[in-house]
């Protein structure tokens, strides 16, 4: 599947929401409110993965292909960084059709580019303890488990607490 990394636009948030929607059970998964507050604090941002048809006489490297036209939204990041030189990815959905595609890979990579320009020195995320899917991918990206929060989401499931250094020697806090 060939797709492009882009910012979000205002447009784009209904897709989004009902891709948030998919992506997550009831209790974990974002109200419109929550995803829109996150989406619009003032140091987030929001990238997404847009599938595209292509051109087969274009010649492109996975992950950062170059698409003739968009087919649609396949999945988003939402991080943010903190003053503190912290990231925090606040949530990354990829359609259950578009994944083992590389998409959530690219998109996760270029948040923590991102985040490096912040200048964040490390990325922190939750996910569900029971998400093993999502914790086979952050173990494949360097992240470390730090900590457990009981009780975390709304339907009262544990999160589990990952952490990444993102500049090597830097003295996280």
């Known amino acids: 599947m060939d797709f492009k990394i882009r910012q979000s636009r205002r447009e784009d948030f209904d897709t989004l929401w009902r891709i948030d929607k998919e992506c997550f059970p009831p209790g974990i998964s974002y109200s419109r409110l929550e995803l829109a ?6 140091r987030s941002f929001t990238l997404l993965a847009e599938a595209a048809a292509t051109d087969n006489k274009k010649s492109s490297a996975k992950g950062s292909q170059v698409a003739d036209s968009p087919v649609g939204v396949v999945g988003f990041i ?4 903190n003053r503190r030189g912290t990231g925090h990815i606040i ?3 990829v359609l259950p059709t578009a994944r083992r595609f590389g998409i959530g890979s690219t998109l996760l990579s270029t948040a923590e ?5 912040a200048p ?4 922190e995320l939750e996910t569900a303890v029971d998400n093993l899917a999502a914790l086979a991918f952050y173990k494949r990206h360097s992240y470390d488990l730090i900590n457990t929060i009981p009780g975390y989401y709304s339907n009262g499931v544990d999160a589990l607490v990952l952490r990444k250094v993102l500049i090597p020697g830097s003295n996280p806090s």
């Open 113 to 117: 580019e991102h985040l490096r320009a």
């Open 78 to 81: 939402v991080a943010e960084a």
């Open 91 to 93: 949530t990354i959905d």
């Open 120 to 123: 964040c020195h490390a990325v």
């Open 37 to 42: 507050v996150y989406m619009r604090r003032p």
